[in-house]
């Protein structure tokens, strides 16, 4: 079938291109949530193609409770590399005689209200990648919130991945660790978070809204069951 030799095609130049997560989403019932320059795209470019990139264990075990310089620059560079996967994948794509947009890993469209073209990790959800977690993070079953991702929205044909069942249990370290003190068991605020990331972009070699810490103590519930 043209749809599922079109996915393994794709999903192994991902994995061959050092992606650790890949998968596909139908975005009929989440196209509401992209960035209104976005949404008559979404009316023909209707599937959403999720790619992620794991991030460096020794890299956030240098972040405790602000982000280091040496994360900001793995940050810069890992969403370098989505950018570049994607772009090529969407190239593929085209090539194949059909339209793809690769969604820029990090680009913010909208500064007052701190969004993208659209949000990455709920596509990621769709793909069946993972579940969103208290920290408003794709939690993945193997690699927790510690992968990055991008996405290509494309026409394609393409056989399409479900959304998995997982939640975050009694795990409480997301809690725990935020220094915005915005998680809680039942919510997420994200003015308190973007507070505290101004405070640290205002950092000397920051200068980006970036953390860090809930990436780093969310290790996945695999790993979680076996503490």
């Known amino acids: ?72 620059h793995h940050y810069k560079t890992v969403n370098w590399i989505l950018d570049q996967t994607a772009e090529r994948i969407s190239n593929i794509i085209q090539g194949k005689g059909k339209r793809a947009l690769a969604i820029p890993a990090s680009q913010t469209v909208d500064w007052e209200l701190q969004v993208g073209h659209l949000p990455h990790v709920i596509v990621a959800r769709e793909a069946g990648l993972g579940w969103i977690g208290r920290s408003g993070l794709l939690v993945n079953p193997m690699h927790g919130a510690r992968v990055r991702y991008a996405t290509i929205l494309t026409d394609l044909p393409l056989i399409s ?46 200068g980006q809204y970036i953390c860090g810490v809930c990436v780093k103590v969310c290790k996945g519930k695999t790993y979680l069951r076996n503490e």
């Open 1 to 72: 079938m043209l749809s599922e030799k079109n996915y393994n095609e794709l999903k192994d130049f991902a994995s061959n291109n050092d992606m650790a997560l890949f998968g596909v989403a139908k975005l009929e019932g989440i196209k509401n949530l992209f960035h209104q320059s976005l949404r008559h795209i979404a009316d023909f470019l209707t599937y959403g193609i999720s790619v992620g990139y794991r991030l460096s264990d020794v890299v956030l075990e240098t972040v405790k409770d602000e982000p280091t310089l040496i994360y900001k």
């Open 161 to 206: 991945d479900n959304p998995v069942e997982g939640n975050c249990g009694e795990c409480q370290k997301c809690i725990e660790a935020c220094p915005a003190v915005a998680i809680t068991m039942k919510s997420f605020d994200k003015q308190k978070c973007l507070s505290k990331l101004k405070q640290f972009a205002a950092k000397k070699g920051i």
